[in-house]
Structure formats: structure tokens, C-alpha cells
């Protein structure tokens, strides 16, 4: 009698654990998938399928919300297509549900910010299966969940080598960021710079970069007063760091690319792609870098010759308008073989 009382409270126990708990998928879907932050509804399963390649990741008819069928009625069960990028991954989701309107949110790490992007992009199909939901007419929304690290807060109000070196703010103190390079290297034909300057430089392309040289010792003002040095203990090429000071004023007719330093703090890389808002935008830096032609392009538009300049996401835009979808390509718009190379920094890696 006792087993048989025993084998009823385990049945009943299991029955517990199936009803509340996250339901176990056939793909194995992470625990932490089961997410239920929400209110006025559970979110019961929610699963995330492999690159599906029949779904066009640029097309944006087959991406987002296909379908919601309601299975009783407190039992939706809702369908989408989102695209990232081939390197990122969906690694939870959450929900929101305001009078008429459910969010769903998937989180799935931005590549750039925490790894390297790879050259494709890809569709995945996203599953959400809600309980004890009251059934009438709903809006949905899908969206991204949105992270914000303790480095990007370090950054508010800084600006990347790149922006100081296209707007210029001269003796004045502002905070930029970039990649350390030829720290405890010669700098031109005086070789004791070594140990009192690097350069600082901003990525514009995967291979193009553009930089200041930042100095953080032998600062000696026109009146003779010496700036105190500031240390670079810990800091190595090829560092992430972000810098206060100055951008000392021109002596000629070329901009000056003479930043004093007061302060400098190492970070963690950041995104090393420029964002453009417009074709006008892509074209005019890719004019600015010594090509002739920029366009914001699919990636299965360009041509071997053409170089990403960065990306693009405009709004409003059917052919731009998702983020991920575009990129700003430069090329010459001529024979490249014996044109001159563009006038900025390589990056010697």
C-alpha cells in the first residue's frame, strides 16, 4: 500500500514540475530561455531554431511576426523570423505586455562590442508559446533586448578619434577613445619620442585607420611651464583606452594631430565600425579618405575591388532600414590597379 501511495505522489510531483516549469524542447533549449518577467500572462517555452537558410536575412517580407494562432482560449502560440549576424547567437528572451500590446524581446549579444563579426548574416525562427493569457485582439512588436556595459557607460560623452580628427575642437579639454599603437616605438626621426608619445588610432574600415598622436610627457607649454606626466603603467599596444586632454593647436597649414594628455584610463575594445545615416554620409567619407565613389550596399551587391567603410542603417529605408542589412562600400569607380592609396593610417596588424 505504501509504494503504491508513494508512486501517486511522484506522478503527481511530475505533473507539477511539467505544468509550472519550463518545458524542455526537442533542440534542447537553454533553461534560461524560460524567462517569465512579464505580466498578465506566462510565457510557457520559448525556443530558438537554427540559421534557417530559405529565409532571406535582408528581406524584410519574411522577417518578423508570422504567426499567432490562438490554440484555446488562453493559449497563443506566436511564430517570428529575426536576422544577426552569423557570429551571434539567441541566448534568452522576455516579454512585456501593455493593455493591447505584447513585446516580445529576444537577447541575443551584439558581435563587435563582445567578439568579431563575421560577413553574413542570418534568419532564425523564434517560437513563443504564452498560457493564462486572456484572449482578444493584441498589436505585437518584436525587438532586440538593448545592453548597456560598464565600458559603453565609461564612453557617454567621449568621442572616437575619428570624430575629433573630422571635428576638430583645438585647446580645449575633451575625452576620446581608441586603439593604443607605437608605444615604445620611434616616432619619425626622434627616436626618444618613444618614451613620451603614442599613436591613438580610430578604426574606419576593418583595414583603414586614422589616429592622433598623443603625448603623455615632454608637454611644455610656450612659457616654459611643464605639464605633469601622466602614467601609461599596464598599457600596451594594441589596448583600448580612453583619454582626456587637448588637441593642441595647428602650427601650419595641416590640422594638428597633437592631443596633450591629463588623463588616460584603459578600457575594453569597443565597436570599431562607423554607423552612417545616409548615402550622402557614406559617400562624402569615402570621398574624404581619397576614393571617388561610397554607397550603402547589400553585402551581395559589391564587387571584389569595393572596401567596407562601415555600416549603415537609415531610417525608413526598404533597402537600409535594418540594422545589420547594409554597409557602406568605397571604390574608385575606375581601374584601382594603379590608383593611390587612400591618405590614412594602415593598420600594421
Not at 528572451?93 to 501593455?98: A, K, L, R, T
Not at 532564425?124 to 556595459?149: D, G, I, N
Not at 605633469?228 to 599596464?234: I, R
Not at 599596444?237 to 591629463?262: H, M, Q
Amino acid at each position: 500500500m505504501k509504494t503504491k501511495i508513494d508512486f501517486i505522489i511522484i506522478l503527481a510531483i511530475l505533473g507539477f514540475v511539467l505544468i509550472s516549469g519550463c518545458v524542455e524542447e526537442k533542440t534542447e533549449t537553454p533553461e534560461e530561455f524560460c524567462i517569465k518577467t512579464g505580466t498578465g500572462g506566462k510565457l510557457d517555452f520559448f525556443e530558438a531554431g537554427p540559421c534557417d537558410t530559405t529565409i532571406g536575412p535582408y528581406n524584410q517580407s519574411e522577417l518578423g511576426i508570422k504567426e499567432t494562432n490562438w490554440l484555446d482560449d488562453k493559449t497563443l502560440h506566436i511564430k517570428a523570423y529575426v536576422s544577426i549576424n552569423c557570429a551571434e547567437e539567441i541566448t534568452g528572451v522576455d516579454f512585456e505586455i501593455n493593455d493591447d500590446k505584447i513585446i516580445l524581446v529576444y537577447d541575443s549579444p551584439r558581435c563587435g562590442e563582445n567578439f568579431a563579426c563575421a560577413r553574413c548574416m542570418c534568419a532564425h525562427e523564434l517560437t513563443y508559446h504564452f498560457s493564462e493569457l486572456e484572449k482578444k485582439e493584441y498589436s505585437f512588436e518584436l525587438k532586440r533586448a538593448e545592453h548597456v556595459s560598464q565600458e559603453t557607460e565609461k564612453l557617454e560623452g567621449a568621442m572616437s578619434v575619428f570624430e575629433l580628427t573630422e571635428n576638430p575642437v583645438y585647446d580645449t579639454e575633451v575625452t576620446i577613445y581608441g586603439e593604443v599603437s607605437l608605444l615604445g616605438e620611434s616616432h619619425g626621426e626622434v627616436s626618444l619620442l618613444s618614451e613620451s608619445c603614442f599613436d591613438l588610432i580610430s578604426y574606419i574600415s576593418s583595414s583603414l585607420t586614422v589616429g592622433v598622436t598623443v603625448w603623455y610627457d615632454l608637454m611644455v607649454e610656450d612659457d616654459g611651464t611643464e605639464r605633469p606626466s601622466v602614467s601609461v603603467e599596464g598599457i600596451e599596444n594594441g589596448d583600448w583606452v580612453i583619454v582626456t586632454g587637448e588637441l593642441r593647436s595647428s602650427t601650419g597649414e595641416a590640422p594638428s594631430t597633437t592631443f596633450w594628455a591629463n588623463n588616460i584610463e584603459k578600457t575594453d575594445s569597443v565597436d570599431i565600425n562607423f554607423n552612417f545615416s545616409s548615402v550622402e554620409d557614406c559617400k562624402s567619407a569615402c570621398v574624404e579618405v581619397g576614393y571617388n565613389e561610397g554607397d550603402c550596399k547589400w553585402p551581395m551587391e559589391v564587387e571584389p575591388s569595393y572596401i567596407i567603410f562601415g555600416s549603415c542603417l537609415i531610417q525608413n529605408s526598404r533597402h537600409c532600414g535594418n540594422e545589420g542589412q547594409c554597409n557602406c562600400y568605397c571604390w574608385y569607380g575606375y581601374d584601382s590597379s594603379h590608383a593611390p592609396e587612400p591618405q590614412v593610417l594602415k593598420n600594421e596588424k
